[in-house]
Nanobody, 119 residues
Framework: QVQLVESGGGLVQAGGSLRLSCANSGSIFSIRALGWHRQAPGKQRELVASITSGGSTNYADSVKGRFTISRDNAKNTVYLQMNSLKPEDTAVYYC?????????????WGQGTQVTVSS
């Protein structure tokens, strides 16, 4: 089973930076994609960034040019570097992993880490 734990959230002023980390302490078999989502109070969870096993990346339009997703396969860790943060980036950020086998596809989620950006 994949087990994901996020860290690196906190309080930062607008224009500042944070780096989120997501470590997988469980199985690494069959992981096809890793990603970051966020959810603000009263709003739906939305995709922020994703990276496939082949290295292809995708970003939400709202974070393009400011956020960068990367991975360190040796450490089984995925990162989200967040620069030029804005108050609207305030949310709980969740790491997720998608596994794919011949039989099924399963998505795993971390517990979330709070990011708060002040004006």
């Amino acid at each position: 089973q994949v087990q994901l734990v996020e860290s690196g959230g906190g309080l930062v002023q607008a224009g500042g930076s944070l780096r989120l980390s997501c470590a997988n302490s469980g199985s690494i078999f069959s992981i096809r994609a890793l990603g970051w989502h966020r959810q603000a109070p009263g709003k739906q969870r939305e995709l922020v960034a994703s990276i496939t096993s082949g290295g292809s990346t995708n970003y939400a339009d709202s974070v393009k040019g400011r956020f960068t997703i990367s991975r360190d396969n040796a450490k089984n860790t995925v990162y989200l570097q967040m620069n030029s943060l804005k108050p609207e980036d305030t949310a709980v950020y969740y790491c997720n992993a998608v596994t794919q086998t011949i039989a099924r596809t399963i998505a795993y989620w971390g517990q979330g880490t709070q990011v708060t950006v002040s004006s």
